[in-house]
């Protein structure tokens, strides 16, 4: 079945630092592929997606690139934020059985910004 | 942007007893719900999926008879833990899509944290 695999947590970082966030991926087809972001206290928001090998996702300064060849899609950001403190998800679409799409997700990793 | 609300955000029962959790798209309507639990450090975990006005599809080994859901209305989605145990313990999360049967971006609700006795 799908699956993904994240970087292990948690990351701690000083603000301006460069982030980087593994995730690697297994799965049939040809997936979309997502990064989630939880806030404390929230819900999980949509980072960014990418739909297609090659593509790349952008948003808030992060950026990941659909490597179908690598079964990658790392999460990258040049500077990082105090603000930017959060767990981040990795996640895939893939069929569920019928016309149904479900999520597949990582573990999760927690980043943490200090000043 | 849209927003998905859960409630209760927290709610401790004692073993036996049921217990209802409740997920609301409160600016759009919902024609697929879906249900996730997560272990604390592990990742979030399909159990269900629901349409509006139809019965759920489970995913692989979730008890149907444990985790009864409820989609009666485009904005609601109701998830019932029966005969809670100990083992139940853990957060829910529930989401929303305004798409019926294709895959679109998942709105997330908050979660709920849930402990048995």
């Known amino acids: 079945g799908d699956s993904v695999t994240q970087m292990e947590g948690p990351v701690t970082l000083s603000e301006e630092a460069f982030l980087t966030i593994n995730c690697t991926y297994t799965a049939t087809g040809y997936p979309s592929l997502f990064w989630y972001v939880q806030y404390p206290g929230e819900g999980l928001q949509l980072l960014l997606k990418?739909?297609?090998?090659?593509d790349k996702g952008s948003n808030k300064g992060f950026e990941a690139t659909y490597r179908k060849e690598t079964t990658s899609f790392h999460l990258e950001k040049g500077s990082v934020q105090v603000s930017d403190s959060a767990v981040y998800f990795c996640?895939?679409?893939?069929?569920?059985?019928?016309?149904?799409?479900?999520?597949?997700f990582g573990k999760g990793t927690l980043l943490t910004v200090n000043p | 942007g849209a927003v998905v609300s859960q409630h209760p955000s927290w709610v401790i029962c004692k073993s036996g007893t049921s217990v209802k959790i409740e997920c609301r798209s409160l600016d759009f309507q919902a024609t697929t719900m879906f249900w996730y639990r997560q272990f604390p450090k592990q990742s979030l975990m399909l159990m269900a999926t629901?349409?509006?006005?139809?019965?759920?599809?489970?995913e692989q080994g979730v008890e149907k008879d444990k985790f009864l859901i409820n989609h009666a209305s485009l904005t609601l989605s109701t998830l019932t833990v029966t005969s809670a145990h100990p083992e139940d313990s853990s957060f829910y999360i529930c989401?929303?899509?305004?798409?019926?049967?294709?895959?679109?971006?998942?709105?997330f609700g908050p979660g709920t944290r849930l402990t048995v006795l």
């Open positions: 990418a739909t297609k090998a090659d």
């Open positions: 629901s349409n509006e006005g139809s019965k759920a599809t489970y």
């Open positions: 989401s929303a899509s305004p798409l019926a049967g294709v895959y679109n971006e998942q709105f």
């Open positions: 996640a895939l679409s893939g069929r569920s059985g019928g016309s149904n799409y479900k999520l597949t």
